[in-house]
């Protein structure tokens, strides 16, 4: 237990950290002003606007993480289609899924890569680890991309006029948020643990929030319910590992490396992870997927690009919901599920037949 709370405890500090500068970002209008400039990129054209939306998704996930992707970004997004006067789901889901699905290159791009990495360490560290992942990353981004070019195409085309700049009431704080906003990307890729970065971020716009507009504070939501959720799911699954389940999962998960072997390994994977959420399903299915790189990056797959179908497969997921529910963009839950379902299905596929040729 000691060990799953060193692993653990740094995911959800940071969940609630990067929570609390999306909050006060939001509140500085930190959104606002970014979903304007990404309107005025893409000079009115809605499929180039699109395409912005795709490489900011990709870049931001691969550099800052998924969960950073889904808290940061989804805002703008959000704010920048309704400014330009378009239907926002369809850009809204292109970065929830692209939150996942391209999380797999770097292992600060997903949480779980970092419970990985201590595995990788065995065949050479970060080197092993990029030797097996760029390929099936590279991969699952363009088949992620593919997918939602067919869903949504008819959406992506026209043009839009380009919005006004928005006007925040207090300028001292967009700029002390969007400052630690900015700086939170490099920070992130240095190598300390990203809660820590988060944290400093957290205390700076908190403390600043509070001399600027002290009564704002209370409108801070902070996920507690969730972080107790999840706190509750990766013990329950370190009690059933105690109690036979560690060998149950290596019986159904099999051996070998084929194309067959890492399609199984990443399938159960993505299963697992829409069943239960991705960080415990890796952490459940670890030791049954770690007798090789290859195997071990399947098991990742899976457990990245593939638990988008529920809404709590991931913890990205959930934050992106949370996002949205903020913003008053209403997500219907069946369109949502029948189209993640296409996009995982391609996109874990075709990822891990890229592996399978490593």
Known sequence: MIDLVDRVGPVLAFLVCITIVAEIADHAGVFDVAGHWAARMAKGRTLVLWLVVVILSCAATTVLSLDTTAVLLTPVVITTARQAGL???????????????????????????????????????????????????????????????????????????????????????????????????????????????????????LVTLAVRERDALRTVAVPWQMVLGITALFAIVDFLQSHGLEERIATVMGAGESTTDLLRVSGLGALGGNLINNLPAYLAAESAADGSAHRLMALLIGVNAGPIITVWGSLATILWLGRCRRAGLAIPLRRFTIESFAVALVTVTAATLALGQL
């Open 87 to 205: 239907p926002p789901l369809p850009f809204a889901f292109t970065t929830v899924w692209l939150a996942n699905t391209a999380s797999l290159l770097l292992p600060v791009s997903n949480l779980s890569n970092l419970l990985a990495l201590h595995e990788f360490h065995r065949w050479g560290g970060l080197s092993a680890y990029l030797r097996v992942a760029w390929a099936p990353a590279l991969v699952a981004m363009v088949a992620t991309v593919l997918v939602i070019a067919v869903l949504h195409h008819q959406q992506f085309r026209g043009r839009y006029v380009i919005p006004p700049m928005p006007h925040p009431d207090d300028v001292v704080l967009l700029r002390v948020a969007a400052a630690v906003c900015l700086l939170l990307g490099p920070l992130f890729v240095t190598g300390i643990t990203p809660a820590i970065p988060a944290a400093v971020g957290a205390l700076i716009l």
